[in-house]
C-alpha cells in the first residue's frame, strides 16, 4: 500500500504561481511512476502530467505544456507540480496518483486550485 498527502492547493488570481507537493509513504520501494491529474466541477478527472520515479522521464497534458513542471525528489518520497500562468479554467480539485511495479495504482485526497480575481 502506498499513502499519498497532498498539500499546496489554495486561491491564485489569473497569472499567478501554486505548486502542488504529493508526498508518499507506505510501500514506496514498489513505486514507478507518479503523477497529476485534475477534476473541474461537472467535468471528468483528466490527465495533468506524471513522472518516472527512476530516470524521471516526464509526461505532459497539452494543457500544461509549457506552463506547468512536474518534478521529483526521491530522498523526500515527494513530487511536485510547479503551475505557473494559471488561468480560470485551471481550476479544479488537483489529485496526486501512484503507480507501483505489480500494476496497482494509489490516489491522494485532493487539492482545490482556484484561480480567480
Known amino acids: 500500500q502506498v499513502r499519498l498527502v497532498e498539500s499546496g492547493g489554495g486561491l491564485v488570481q489569473p497569472g499567478g504561481s501554486l505548486r502542488l507537493s504529493c508526498a508518499a509513504s507506505g510501500s514506496i520501494m514498489r513505486l514507478s511512476a507518479m503523477g497529476w491529474f485534475r477534476q473541474a466541477p461537472g467535468k471528468e478527472r483528466e490527465f495533468v502530467a506524471s513522472?518516472?520515479?527512476?530516470?524521471?522521464?516526464?509526461v505532459y497534458a497539452d494543457s500544461a505544456k509549457g506552463r506547468f513542471t512536474i518534478s521529483r525528489d526521491n530522498a523526500k518520497n515527494t513530487v511536485y507540480l510547479q503551475m505557473n500562468s494559471l488561468k480560470p479554467e485551471d481550476t479544479a480539485v488537483y489529485y496526486c496518483?501512484?503507480?507501483?511495479?505489480?500494476?496497482?495504482?494509489?490516489w491522494g485526497q485532493g487539492a482545490q486550485v482556484t484561480v480567480s480575481s
Open positions: 513522472i518516472a520515479w527512476s530516470g524521471g522521464n516526464t
Open positions: 496518483r501512484a503507480w507501483d511495479t505489480r500494476q496497482s495504482s494509489y
